[in-house]
């Protein structure tokens, strides 16, 4: 009876249960004592000597300030720096490009969209004070409010996407396949990863660009075995190219790529007789894999660029295959972890 319940509004449930988890959440996060043992982000309030004291603010305003002080911690704050003024140090390519260029973009769209707010109706909803660019505090500055945004905004998409996921890979033979979809996406949303997937972390990106991937190579599974070719190579494709995204974000998200390595060892071996569209397909395949693996070197060219001139050559751009990563995992985290503290 409950289930049957469910799958008349299976979004609308799950955003209920998602709206009610980030609201205990974030009260956690207000009523958690602050600074705690982490007393970090204090580097990151990025107020200028303009900026009027944090008691002018409003009382929604300090809350704010509160909320994004308490979930930005660790990571976030490198997430949040290299947002804002771009990578400058180093060690700051340790940190996923794809996702200090994502809170770039949420952030001017937020920007764009409180401008259009605020010359519609500031003047008569005051509520509207908290807009990042347009309360009287500097902190919490865009970037951190964008990417928290952005990581809520990325968890519950990934939840509607892993249902999805789940009804297309489920066995046509079950029961309730719409039942298997939706306890598996409650479940994502009580992630053991908890609050991590609400503050300014890459991970609710990259889980939604992971499973967005996925559920369009299923597809272009499913449209291969009704003999859609064509739109199966072009979902096969497309599908490389969001796994390219999460791998911008998180290096790991190269190991996506392994699903298409059974299907291309298939089409590469098993074909008896060779026709156009078994030479597409191997094709499609083969660069759908060398575009995944672009996510990865992409970042590292653009690192490249910056470190490896003939003025300033770093160790590492004389290594066989330089990697700008590898390189600070070695020597920056290495150190870091060595020391004793």
């Known amino acids: 009876m409950f289930f049957d319940k469910i799958q008349r509004s299976p979004y609308w449930s799950l955003l209920a249960i998602f709206s009610c988890w980030k609201s205990l959440l974030g009260l956690i996060a207000l009523?958690?004592?602050?600074?705690?043992?982490?007393?970090?982000?204090?580097?990151?309030l990025l107020q200028s000597s303009n900026d009027p004291p944090v008691h002018a603010a409003s009382?929604?305003?300090?809350?704010?300030?509160?909320?994004?002080?308490?979930?930005?911690?660790?990571?976030?704050?490198?997430?949040?720096?290299v947002a804002e003024r771009g990578y400058i140090n180093e060690q700051e390519w340790a940190f996923g490009w794809g996702f200090t260029r994502a809170i770039v973009t949420t952030s001017k769209g937020m920007w764009w969209a409180s401008i259009r707010l605020r010359n519609h109706i500031f003047t008569i909803n005051p509520v509207l004070s908290i807009i990042p660019?347009?309360?009287?505090?500097?902190?919490?500055?865009?970037?951190?409010?964008?990417?928290?945004?952005?990581?809520?905004?990325?968890?519950?998409?990934?939840?509607?996407?892993?249902?999805?996921?789940?009804?297309l890979c489920s066995n046509n033979s079950s029961r309730r396949p719409k039942e298997i979809a939706w306890l598996a996406s409650v479940l994502h949303i009580l992630s053991p990863a908890g609050i991590f997937l609400s503050a300014p972390y890459s991970e609710?990106?990259?889980?939604?660009?992971?499973?967005?991937?996925?559920?369009?190579?299923?597809?272009?599974?499913?449209?291969?075995?009704?003999?859609?070719?064509?739109?199966?190579?072009?979902?096969t494709l497309l599908?490389?190219?969001?796994?390219?995204?999460?791998?911008?974000?998180?290096?790991?998200?190269?190991?996506?790529?392994?699903?298409f390595l059974p299907e291309f060892a298939t089409a590469l071996f098993n074909t008896k007789e060779w026709k156009i569209w078994s030479l597409i397909r191997v094709?499609?395949?083969?660069?759908?894999?060398?575009?995944?693996?672009?996510?990865?070197?992409?970042?590292?060219?653009?690192?490249y660029q910056e470190f490896c001139t003939p003025d300033a050559l770093r160790p590492w751009c004389l290594k066989l295959v330089p990697s700008i990563y590898t390189w600070v995992q070695g020597v920056y985290w290495y150190l870091l972890l060595s020391l004793d503290v």
């Open 31 to 44: 009523v958690t004592p602050s600074p705690a043992y982490d007393t970090s982000t204090t580097l990151t």
């Open 59 to 81: 009382i929604s305003a300090r809350l704010l300030e509160t909320f994004c002080n308490s979930l930005t911690r660790w990571d976030a704050i490198y997430f949040a720096k």
């Open 283 to 303: 094709a499609s395949l083969g660069i759908g894999g060398l575009v995944i693996g672009g996510g990865l070197v992409l970042p590292q060219y653009f690192a």
């Open 133 to 167: 660019g347009y309360n009287q505090l500097g902190h919490p500055d865009a970037e951190i409010t964008s990417a928290i945004f952005l990581s809520n905004a990325c968890h519950l998409g990934s939840v509607f996407v892993l249902y999805q996921l789940t009804l």
């Open 239 to 259: 599908s490389a190219v969001v796994f390219f995204m999460a791998c911008t974000v998180r290096s790991n998200g190269l190991l996506n790529g392994f699903l």
């Open 204 to 235: 609710s990106l990259f889980s939604l660009l992971a499973f967005a991937g996925t559920y369009i190579f299923a597809g272009s599974l499913k449209a291969m075995r009704a003999e859609q070719h064509l739109w199966g190579n072009v979902l």
